[in-house]
């Protein structure tokens, strides 16, 4: 399968499935810790640029905003609430992309589980 694995700088899922004969991708703002197939930049222009030609995605979005454990933040530091949006924002973008097969993996979330749905 071609897999993107999305938000992922470790390399550790990339090279699980490249070892298991996938044509495996990740991509991340940052730069690989471990040499593979890269890509350095944001997620969105790696999709267009690959057409968004991936038979499964797996992404690891931020969930510094979004998790149970930062709750009690939100309503603390100014201006976390609408870095909570941007991030909801960000994760349904995600989730909607036109690929067969998408996993995201985040936090246990409140906030998700009422303004979008529990895990599944
Ligand atoms: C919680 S970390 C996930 C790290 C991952 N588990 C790993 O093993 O590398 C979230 C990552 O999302 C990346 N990120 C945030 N916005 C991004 C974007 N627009 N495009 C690509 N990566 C993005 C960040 O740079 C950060 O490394």
């Known amino acids: 399968m071609k897999i993107l694995i999305a938000c992922e700088y470790s390399g550790v899922v990339r090279d699980a499935f490249t070892a298991r004969g996938h044509h495996a991708i990740s991509c991340d703002l940052l730069p690989t810790e471990s040499p593979g197939y890269h890509w350095e930049g944001d997620i969105f222009d790696c999709l267009k640029f690959h057409h968004y030609n991936f038979d499964l995605m797996i992404a690891h979005p931020e ?58």
């Not at 510094?64 to 530091?77: D, H």
């Not at 201006?79 to 995201?104: D, Q, S, V």
């Open 63 to 120: 969930c510094k905003y979004l998790c149970f454990s930062g709750e009690r933040w939100i309503t603390e530091i100014p201006g976390r609430m609408k870095l909570r949006l941007e991030a909801f924002e960000f994760f349904k973008e995600l989730y909607n992309l036109p690929i067969k097969k998408i996993c995201i993996e985040n936090s246990h979330s409140i906030f998700l589980n009422r303004e979008f749905k529990k895990p599944t």
